[in-house]
């Protein structure tokens, strides 16, 4: 709740959703990419060839995260007012693929950097984005402009996927 806090301090209404926590990375958390292929070298080849259905173990895979952000999922398109969700790269990339109709073996490609943020707008036939490179550069005045969606996706690059 810390990240929402000064929402909450200003009057929003914010939710905290269990579901919507961190994808679990089991028995690679804390450790370096580096370390991950030299303690784990098959798992890390999984991992490169399937990142979606791919779980190291004692972890979660994209898909298993998919599943679990399905009521939620569910939520937000029934709520028609404005909202700002904050929440962990895994998540956003989940959420992002979803709203904006991407194959489930994308959604480990979809880039997010902590503080970017976008504004996703519902229309008849797409998704329109806008994007701003942080969200420490943005004001947010009293003109009611507030960003319906936080998440942010940058182009891939080749072997981004842990």
């Not at 994308?106 to 976008?118: A, F, H, N, S």
């Amino acid at each position: 709740m810390g990240t929402a806090k000064p929402f909450l301090d200003r009057g929003y209404k914010v939710i905290e959703r269990g579901q919507m926590t961190e994808i679990n990375p089991g028995v690679v958390d804390g450790l370096s990419r580096h370390e991950i292929k030299s303690l784990y070298p098959e798992e890390y080849e999984k991992s490169i060839k399937e990142p979606y259905s791919h779980r190291f173990p004692r972890a979660e895979s994209y898909h298993d995260l998919s599943v679990r952000l399905e009521p939620a999922i569910f939520e937000l398109e029934r709520d028609r007012s404005d909202l700002l969700i904050i929440g962990h790269g895994s998540v956003l990339r989940c959420l992002f693929a979803y709203l904006k109709g991407l194959a489930p073996k994308d959604i480990p490609k979809v880039m997010i950097e902590r503080g970017d943020l976008v504004e996703i707008l519902p229309v008849r036939n797409n998704l329109p984005i806008s994007h701003s490179q942080n969200m420490k550069q943005l004001t947010w005045g009293s003109n009611n402009n507030s960003p319906r969606t936080a998440l942010r996706a940058r182009p891939t690059r080749s072997g981004d996927h842990l």
